[in-house]
């Protein structure tokens, strides 16, 4: 899937590993939620608090752990924005592939690599490649933006570790405050990392 955007810098978002309906990531993740509605809820609640409704979000996987098409219906009317989604693992345990679920949401992204290629063109053509993954190569001059292994400050559980590197940035929910990040935060996370990477050096 390849995205050349040239809106508003503020509207364009990434999120991945919601895990809508996963009681047990609370756990996993140490999720600061008392039960599985609350956690949808609020992930909901944040979603919407940052995302307008013509705002654009690249979901880089694992959406939800359900393939019930009534719940995803209904999910999906009450995200704001415009959705894109890179398919995860869980996705496809879930049949999230299927055309039945790819035709409830606006866009629906994906391809066999289950790949994004972003252009921003209005931010001297910054190029994003996107997937469910953290991945050690990606295309020369682009940021490696992923999900998958639920880092961040409360969760410490995880056994798949991501060696630091200043243009790989891990997009999900869990490293996020539970909040899809927006173009312009994301882009200043990338600046530290890079300052912080000079000092190692």
């Known amino acids: 899937m390849r995205i050349d955007y040239k809106g508003d810098l503020d509207k364009l978002f990434f999120t991945s590993d919601s895990h809508f309906l996963h009681d047990n990531i609370r756990a996993f993740c140490n999720r600061p939620f008392n039960s599985n509605e609350d956690q949808t809820e609020e992930l909901i609640r944040r979603w919407n608090e940052v995302v ?3 705002g654009i979000v690249v979901h880089a996987g694992d959406l939800c752990w359900t393939g019930n098409i009534d719940f ?3 999910l999906n009317q009450k ?3 415009t959705i894109y989604h890179v398919l995860g693992n869980h996705c496809y345990q879930n049949k999230l592939d299927r055309e039945v679920i790819k ?3 606006r866009s629906y992204g994906g391809d066999q690599m289950d790949v994004a290629n972003i252009i921003v063109r209005n931010d001297n053509n910054t190029q994003l490649f996107v997937s469910h ?3 050690m190569y990606w295309p020369s001059g682009s940021i490696m933006l992923h999900g998958h292994v639920h880092s961040g400050p409360n969760s410490d559980k ?3 570790k991501v060696p630091f590197h200043p243009k ?3 997009i999900g929910v869990d490293n996020n405050d539970f909040y899809p990040i927006s173009y312009v935060k994301l882009m200043e996370k990338i600046e530290e990392q890079k300052l912080c990477a000079l000092e190692l050096t």
């Open 103 to 105: 035709n409830i949401f």
């Open 168 to 170: 790989r940035y891990d």
């Open 79 to 81: 995200l704001n924005g």
């Open 158 to 160: 995880g056994s798949e």
């Open 133 to 135: 993954y953290p991945l």
């Open 72 to 74: 995803i219906v209904r």
């Open 52 to 54: 307008p409704e013509d």
